[in-house]
């Protein structure tokens, strides 16, 4: 399954005075850590604009945010968001809470927020077509409603969405009224390609960070992929999946073939050589049930992922999220393929409740406590 994050840009920025379904007016107060700020493009590349001139694209936004106390973390922290929303849903939440930036900068970190390439401030991707979001419905079951009784086996067990997760809360309304339009899927390698390039430019000039990524498309796992020399540690956040085929959104069905290279639609560097999707041999392991569905991996002997063999992966999963019976079969992949990957299931770690917005959700801190936990290994202060 596609899982689409439709958190976004403006309305997450400034969280005051949002209407809800009843014209109702409540205010919010989110507070964000105290920073400097600076922003820039970087990456991209002129190309005709079919008239006789040229225009830009692929070219990537960019946010620094430094603590006014200074900097005391030896790498930055560069957050990334997945398809199809903004750098911006890691500054609060949808109830005015402190999101992960603020979480981070308090701790000295230097933290870097981009839009990827064909979203929001970065938005001159050549596209040709989008598709219409989600509707409200749609959203509400699959991310949002709390203890949503039979969509997936662990709805029910669904607490952590600000509110109670439904069309006119204003948390809900907020979340739903700012996400961005949903690229074509059969340009998704275009997408991760334009983002691994411009990545690795924006590594070029901040040097080695780590890189905390969500949802579709793994683009923290792409970057990394790409310039793994330059990258510290990665986390990533339910993790699209599963490798190699799509599911219902439900995790009910399969409905046909997607994340090619296992991860992502875009070409990654394997050993031996792979030189099509087709040199890739999988099959199905494990036994089907309604909480872990069976996966598609490689055959043995399996080919490895040699550069992003090379960085410290943290998976993320919410527990009762609808990723959940399937980011197991990602993690399995990435494990075969020679990644030392991490799995936090949080539920394992005492955490539960959450859904596939965990990072906005009410516990959203306690799980920030645990990836800095994990970080905490390959960070070392700058004094």
């Known amino acids: 399954m596609r899982v689409l994050q439709l958190l976004a840009c403006a309305t997450l920025l400034g969280l005051a005075n949002a209407q809800n379904g009843t014209n109702s007016t409540t205010t919010y107060k989110g507070r964000e850590a105290a920073h400097y700020r600076e922003y820039y493009y970087i990456g991209g590349q002129f190309i005709s604009d079919g008239m006789g001139g040229q225009t830009v694209t692929h070219q990537m936004y960019v946010e620094e945010l430094t603590p006014v106390d ?69 959203v509400e079951s699959y991310f949002t409603l709390n203890r949503h009784p039979n969509y997936w086996s662990q709805s029910i067990n669904h607490t952590q969405f600000p509110g109670n997760g439904s069309f006119g809360d204003p948390a809900f309304d907020i979340v739903y009224k700012s996400y961005l339009q949903i690229p074509n899927p059969a340009l998704f390698n275009v997408t991760a390609t334009a983002v691994a390039n411009a990545g690795a430019a924006l590594l070029e000039k901040v ?6 990524g969500a949802g579709n498309e793994n683009f923290a796992l792409v970057i990394a992929e790409a310039t793994p020399d330059k990258v510290k540690a990665v986390v990533q956040v339910e993790p699209e999946g599963p490798p190699f085929e799509l599911w219902t959104s439900n995790g009910t069905n399969i409905t046909g073939t997607a994340h090619i290279y296992g991860i992502t639609e875009k070409p990654l560097t394997f050993s031996p050589p792979v030189n099509s999707p087709q040199d890739l041999v999988y099959e199905r392991v494990g036994v089907n049930s309604v909480d872990f569905r069976p996966c598609m991996l490689q055959k043995a002997p399996a080919k490895q992922l040699v550069n992003l063999g ?74």
């Open 70 to 138: 200074g900097v005391t973390q030896q790498y930055p922290l560069i957050l990334v968001h997945g398809e199809p929303f903004c750098g911006a849903v890691w500054l609060n939440t949808p109830d005015g809470r402190e999101g992960w930036a603020s979480y981070f900068l308090k701790l000295g970190y230097k933290v870097i927020l981009v839009d990827s390439p064909g979203s929001a401030r970065s938005s001159k991707l050549k596209y040709e077509g989008s598709l219409d979001p989600y509707s409200v419905s749609t």
């Open 207 to 212: 040097g080695t960070s780590i890189i905390i």
């Open 310 to 383: 090379k960085v410290p992966v943290l998976v993320v999963a919410g527990a009762a999220s609808i990723a959940v019976p399937y980011i197991h079969c990602t993690v399995s992949f990435l494990e075969q393929a020679g990644v030392n990957v991490t799995y936090y299931r949080l539920d394992q770690l005492g955490i539960y409740g959450n859904g596939h917005f965990l990072f906005v959700e009410l516990n959203n801190l306690v799980i920030a406590d645990k990836v800095q936990a994990w970080l905490s290994q390959f960070t070392v202060g700058s004094g």
